[in-house]
């Protein structure tokens, strides 16, 4: 449904992104994830051509066969809401705080479709009350700080699937939510890609979240896509060294008879942090955080595959027996 | 008597009062901290959690119960010995960037407590010193935050807060605004100062992971009440109340499972 191929975003001198291959087959759901400045939210942006204005697009995207780089803005304002759909990570941003629920909501539909009166505000209900939110008619009156962030972003999900796309693009949707109510919104993404067959573009830097709701996994990194698979084979067996490093660094919650074990003891860290735009290195982009660097490095790693079938992009891969590391059962 | 005692704690901000409303942010709190213990305190937003250390670390005022910090009440400190209250009283606030001043230099920022509390100029040595202690080199001192990173300002915030000599730190959600490879670093050092300086830790968090991690006792905030409290590996199996059963649950969907 969605391929995007050779895709290089750069900003005056500097790549951002560059992409050599990446699909997303129609009802799929995809997960990317990365540490901030590693390029993750500019790769899902692009898609709908919300990149910043001084951005160079180049290579392809195609949507459906639709060619999506170098379109105009009205091709573009014309796939985002009605094929592809978006969800930003903060809710309370995202909404106007001077127009009422029910109005923000009916402005997605009648951009996009010709509808009555009378069937957009049935439909508008509809849509309030697929994202399970009580009392959808008085809803429609309300502004949004009347509204707790999980229900800003459930009226945010509503009007990103107000259309029907294809496609929902979500964008860090939980960071800004609670623990309880960042479930509430992963459950119900999972349940509307799977009753509307939408393919689902989630884009976050938590891998544990990533986990619960993509079926793949996407690993970016200064830009490249370094390692690619099935969710389960990629977090129980990274090849890449910095997947395992983020695998490890994930200070998840231990079983209960290990949670004494591991109070007090130190995390696995990656050294250093993620180099400002410009300042990665040339060859493998992890260079100079990674432990397992070697001479080769230096180079851009070529694309191997796994025995378990996923891809990634290192010279000195994790071995896959080695490799059950990232579990947090693990004493490190 | 515990280093750190409360009862019957009652707080509102001024705010809500003007408005009429009646209701407290903290109603009726009970809780003890032991010296050199470390407790994780959780619970979603609006739960009273960052209130609470506030009113510990005496940055705001409590209107009914009883606060003592070792032995004395904390109106008492507030009212005779404040400065040393607020020396032996740290706290290490969520968004490194927006707790130090923009226009000033790192130099001037991490000897501002020192100046505050002892009255004197911190030498460049010592704050040389501090800096090490949290892994960083005096190369930061002459830059601004605007040229740091995430992770760095949050060492400085720990640097700034260990300079004068705590004996308990409160952490306010240290690593929330801050990339999961960061935070782990920061969480490590969090837990070695602890250790070496036999501090008190008092973190609150929205994460019941990092919680898990670092602190021996937790204390689980719900709209304004404690809603349990006890070790922390024997809440976390063995939730007493139903909403930390809840958290536990959301918070384990999100752990990566082997």
């Given amino acids: 449904m969605l391929e995007i191929k050779d895709l290089k975003v750069a900003i005056g001198p500097h790549t951002i992104v560059d992409i050599e291959r990446l699909s997303v087959p129609t009802s799929a759901r995809l997960g990317i994830v990365g540490e901030s400045g590693s390029g993750k939210t500019m790769t899902a942006m692009t898609v709908v051509g919300l990149q910043p204005n001084d951005a160079v697009v180049t290579g392809s995207i195609s949507f459906e066969g639709q060619e999506l780089v170098g379109s105009t803005d009205r091709q573009l304002a014309d796939v985002r809401g009605r094929l592809i759909g978006v969800i930003f990570q903060d809710p ?241 | 008597m515990s280093f750190i005692e409360v009862s019957g704690l009652h707080f509102r901000y001024p705010s809500v009062r003007r408005r009429g409303d009646l209701s407290w942010t903290l109603e009726n709190l009970d809780l003890s901290i032991e010296k050199g213990s470390s407790v994780g305190v959780v619970g979603e937003s609006g739960s009273g959690k960052s209130t609470l250390v506030r009113i510990l670390c005496g940055l705001l005022i409590r209107q009914e119960g009883d606060v003592t910090f070792d032995g004395k009440d904390l109106s008492d400190w507030l009212a005779s010995d404040s400065r040393e209250l607020r020396r032996r009283n740290q706290i290490v606030f969520q968004s490194p960037r927006r707790s130090l001043d923009p226009r000033m230099s790192i130099r001037k920022s991490l000897g501002q407590p020192v100046r505050a509390i002892e009255r004197r100029a911190p030498s460049d040595d010592e704050m040389i010193g501090w800096l090490e202690r949290v892994g960083l080199t005096d190369e930061v001192l002459p830059r601004f935050p605007h040229q740091l990173s995430g992770g760095q300002l949050q060492r400085v915030g720990v640097a700034r807060a260990l300079s004068v000599g705590p004996e308990v730190l409160y952490a ?87």
Wanted: one cysteine or more.
């Fill in chain 2, 172 to 258: 306010d959600e240290p690593t929330s605004a801050l990339d999961v490879s960061v935070q782990a670093q920061v969480l490590n050092l969090l837990m070695d100062i602890r250790a070496d300086l036999g501090l008190t830790l008092v973190m609150v968090s929205h994460d019941l992971a990092i919680i898990s991690r670092t602190c021996e006792h937790v204390i689980v905030m719900k709209e304004g009440h404690i809603v349990e409290t006890g070790p922390m590996a024997e809440v976390l199996s063995n939730p007493a109340d139903p909403y930390t059963a809840a958290l536990v649950q959301a918070a384990r969907a999100v752990s990566l499972q082997a």
């Fill in chain 1, 92 to 332: 309370a941003k995202a909404l106007n705080p001077m127009m009422r629920i029910g109005r923000q909501v009916t402005e997605a539909i009648k951009l996009h479709l010709d509808l009555s009166r009378d069937q957009v505000r049935d439909r508008v209900i509809d849509l309030l009350t697929q994202v399970h939110l009580p009392d959808a008619e008085g809803l429609l009156r309300r502004y949004p700080h009347q509204l707790s962030g999980g229900q800003q972003q459930r009226v945010l999900i509503a009007i990103a699937i107000a259309c029907d796309p294809k496609l929902l693009i979500a964008d860090e949707p939980t960071t800004a939510l609670d623990v309880t109510v960042q479930n509430g919104i992963l459950s119900l993404l999972k349940e509307l890609s799977e009753s509307r067959n939408m393919g689902l573009l989630f884009v976050s830097h938590d891998l544990g979240v990533i986990e619960t709701i993509s079926e793949t996994i996407g690993v970016i990194y200064g830009g490249h896509m370094v390692e690619f698979g099935r969710t389960n084979e990629v977090i129980n067996n990274p090849r890449h060294r910095y997947t395992r490093a983020l695998v490890s660094a994930n200070p998840g919650i231990a079983a209960d008879e290990h949670l004494e074990d591991v109070l007090n003891q130190r995390l696995e860290v990656i050294r250093g942090s993620v180099p400002a735009l410009g300042r990665f290195p040339s060859g493998c982009r992890f260079r100079g955080r990674c432990t397992a660097e070697i001479d080769a490095c230096a180079q851009l790693p070529e694309v191997s595959v796994s025995a378990d079938g996923h891809i990634f992009k290192c010279w000195n891969p994790v071995d896959q027996d080695a490799s059950n590391h990232g579990a947090v059962d693990v004493v490190h």
